[in-house]
């Protein structure tokens, strides 16, 4: 999902992430422990070094931030600083996410999943540096190699860390394929490729926040990459949000099936939104966040979708908004009312045509209706 049309970026809700300057030069190097420990006060001692992340970032102490986590690591380093960021512009999470398990990797990382919500638990990496802990990712090198592994109608790709993960990756590739398959537009075989970025090193110069994104009309390159996803209260599968943000971007290849290259031509709510809708890929939570707040975008912002300048913790309220048009295309204009907009768009781009051509009303009609209908249900 993204403002641009060439990509779909799938964003979602924010979790704290920030990076920062470079140490002073004259700085002596840290020394980093040869050996990670795993003991029974292991998770108490990460629990309390979430908590000072979370407390310097509550005063917008830099300085005691940085002290926190890993500066070597350049780009985990700069998604930290957008963390930091973000908080300095809509405040810090209200709470700090709880450690529920900690596991070794390699001899010096400990791995620990952290509740986060509806969207599940998320796996973080800590390593110990002058006998203290710090949060961290592994080296590409420490990561075992791109490994690949096929399913039904499902191509997977990923890292050697994620080796013991990698079944419960393509259980739930397999289950959004599944919904793809019964909610596609046509009757195309649905293939899902999916890579799994288990690190932002390894990653590339995406948006911190990103959780994922599809090329649209690249069939050279198929893949859906994805960069955040969380597991459920056992650790051994995604969580189903997780899953939805799966299925959402396979919707997207869906729409690309139907017509090709049809997403450049939609306005941005009916390309973000009916995968979003359909997915499930937004909790009541982020809807009424974002419905019951004091504005909302006008027709031609959810036409156009996010601005390049907005912040990125902006862009996620959109997507609220376009998944409730389509909850509302639904209802009031039926299910086929979808298929059949894409069919309009491929002749012309303009909604003063299309909307009274395919749903019969204006869209200034179309809008005041969606408008007055999710306010009713949501606020």
């Given at each position: 999902?993204?403002?641009?049309?060439?990509?779909?970026?799938l964003?979602?809700?924010?979790?704290?992430?920030?990076?920062?300057?470079?140490?002073?030069?004259?700085?002596p190097?840290?020394?980093?422990?040869?050996?990670?420990?795993?003991?029974g006060q292991?998770?108490?001692?990460?629990?309390?070094?979430?908590?000072?992340?979370?407390?310097?970032?509550?005063r917008?102490?830099?300085?005691?931030?940085?002290?926190?986590?890993?500066?070597t690591?350049?780009?985990?380093?700069?998604?930290?600083?957008?963390?930091?960021?973000?908080?300095?512009?809509?405040?810090?999470?209200?709470?700090t996410?709880?450690?529920?398990?900690?596991?070794?990797?390699?001899?010096?990382?400990?791995?620990?999943?952290?509740?986060?919500?509806?969207?599940?638990?998320?796996?973080?990496?800590?390593?110990?540096?002058?006998g203290r802990?710090?949060?961290?990712?592994?080296?590409?090198?420490?990561?075992?190699?791109?490994?690949?592994?096929?399913?039904?109608?499902?191509?997977?790709?990923?890292?050697?860390?994620?080796?013991g993960?990698s079944?419960a990756y393509?259980?739930?590739?397999?289950?959004?394929?599944?919904?793809?398959?019964?909610?596609?537009?046509?009757?195309?075989?649905?293939?899902?490729s999916?890579?799994?970025?288990?690190?932002?090193?390894?990653?590339g110069?995406?948006?911190?926040?990103?959780?994922?994104?599809?090329?649209t009309?690249?069939?050279?390159?198929p893949?859906?990459?994805?960069?955040?996803?969380?597991f459920?209260?056992?650790?051994?599968?995604l969580?189903?949000?997780?899953?939805?943000?799966?299925?959402?971007?396979?919707?997207?290849?869906?729409?690309?099936?139907?017509i090709?290259?049809?997403?450049?031509r939609?306005d941005?709510w009916?390309?973000?939104?009916w995968?979003?809708?359909?997915?499930?890929?937004?909790?009541q939570?982020?809807i009424?966040?974002?419905?019951?707040?004091?504005?909302?975008?006008?027709?031609?912002q959810?036409?156009?979708?996010?601005?390049?300048?907005l912040?990125?913790?902006?862009?996620?309220?959109?997507?609220?908004?376009?998944?409730t048009?389509?909850?509302?295309?639904?209802?009031?204009?039926?299910k086929?009312?979808?298929?059949?907009?894409?069919?309009?768009?491929?002749?012309?781009?303009?909604?003063?045509?299309?909307?009274?051509?395919?749903?019969?009303?204006?869209?200034?009609?179309?809008?005041?209706?969606?408008?007055?209908?999710?306010?009713?249900?949501?606020?």
């Amino acid at each position: 999902m993204s403002a641009c049309r060439s990509l779909s970026l799938l964003l979602t809700l924010l979790l704290l992430g920030a990076c920062t300057s470079s140490p002073a030069a004259n700085a002596p190097a840290p020394s980093a422990d040869a050996k990670a420990q795993i003991t029974g006060q292991t998770l108490g001692e990460l629990q309390s070094l979430l908590q000072a992340q979370h407390d310097a970032i509550a005063r917008q102490d830099l300085t005691g931030f940085q002290k926190t986590f890993d500066s070597t690591r350049l780009a985990f380093r700069r998604c930290q600083q957008e963390t930091f960021d973000i908080a300095g512009r809509r405040g810090a999470a209200s709470a700090t996410p709880r450690i529920a398990k900690v596991e070794p990797f390699l001899e010096q990382y400990a791995a620990a999943y952290a509740d986060e919500g509806d969207n599940g638990f998320r796996r973080l990496w800590f390593r110990r540096e002058d006998g203290r802990w710090i949060q961290t990712e592994p080296k590409e090198s420490e990561l075992g190699g791109e490994k690949t592994k096929t399913g039904d109608n499902v191509t997977l790709d990923y890292w050697g860390i994620d080796e013991g993960q990698s079944g419960a990756y393509l259980k739930a590739s397999q289950q959004a394929r599944d919904i793809v398959a019964k909610n596609a537009l046509s009757e195309k075989s649905q293939q899902l490729s999916i890579r799994f970025y288990p690190t932002k090193e390894v990653a590339g110069p995406q948006g911190c926040t990103v959780v994922g994104f599809h090329l649209t009309n690249v069939p050279s390159d198929p893949f859906v990459r994805f960069f955040r996803w969380w597991f459920d209260s056992s650790f051994t599968q995604l969580s189903p949000l997780t899953v939805s943000f799966i299925t959402h971007e396979g919707l997207h290849g869906a729409q690309d099936q139907f017509i090709p290259g049809i997403s450049a031509r939609l306005d941005w709510w009916l390309v973000e939104g009916w995968p979003d809708f359909v997915g499930q890929s937004r909790t009541q939570t982020a809807i009424k966040g974002a419905l019951c707040g004091p504005s909302a975008p006008t027709f031609k912002q959810l036409v156009d979708g996010p601005a390049p300048d907005l912040p990125p913790e902006a862009a996620p309220v959109y997507y609220a908004f376009a998944n409730t048009m389509v909850e509302y295309l639904y209802a009031t204009f039926g299910k086929d009312a979808y298929r059949d907009l894409l069919v309009a768009y491929k002749d012309g781009v303009d909604p003063k045509i299309n909307y009274p051509k395919v749903l019969k009303v204006t869209p200034e009609q179309f809008y005041a209706g969606w408008m007055a209908a999710a306010k009713k249900k949501y606020c």
